[in-house]
Structures are given as structure tokens and as C-alpha cells.
């Protein structure tokens, strides 16, 4: 994780407002998704990075009331 950069992701949980800060090598929306519904309890993390896992996606996310989610370069 050489390049790894720090990222904050916003989004809303049943409509209340949600932050936290990561550090990833590179970020897109699928992974922001996934993130998101991590931190919100119902997206699973792999251990050691090693472990492949399905990532959660946009739809399934919104199903458990997560919406908004948005992220940038911290």
C-alpha cells in the first residue's frame, strides 16, 4: 500500500448523516458503496486484504436505507 491515499466518504443511514476516513489505494463509486455499507453494518470486510468479497452493490446498499453517498480525496 505504497500509494495508498486517505479518503472520506459521506453518506445518509435512514437519513441521518454519516462520515469516516479510509485509506485506499484508489476509490471509485462501487467501492464507496461498499465502504459505506461497511461502516453501516451490513457490507462484510475480508480479512487480511486477501480474501476476495463481494462488493455491496448501489441497489442492494439502498435496500438497507443507505443513500447519498458521496466521497473525495481527504
Not at 476516513?21 to 453501516?40: F, T, Y
Not at 480474501?51 to 442492494?60: I, N
Amino acid at each position: 500500500m505504497n500509494n495508498a491515499k486517505l479518503y472520506v466518504i459521506d453518506y445518509l443511514l435512514h437519513g441521518a448523516a454519516k462520515s469516516f476516513i479510509i485509506r485506499a489505494e484508489h476509490m471509485d463509486n462501487a467501492q464507496a458503496w461498499h465502504w459505506a455499507s461497511c461502516d453501516a453494518g451490513v457490507g462484510r470486510i475480508g480479512r487480511f486484504g486477501l480474501e476476495k468479497v463481494k462488493l455491496v452493490s448501489k441497489p442492494m446498499a439502498e435496500r438497507y436505507g443507505i443513500t447519498e453517498v458521496h466521497w473525495r480525496q481527504s
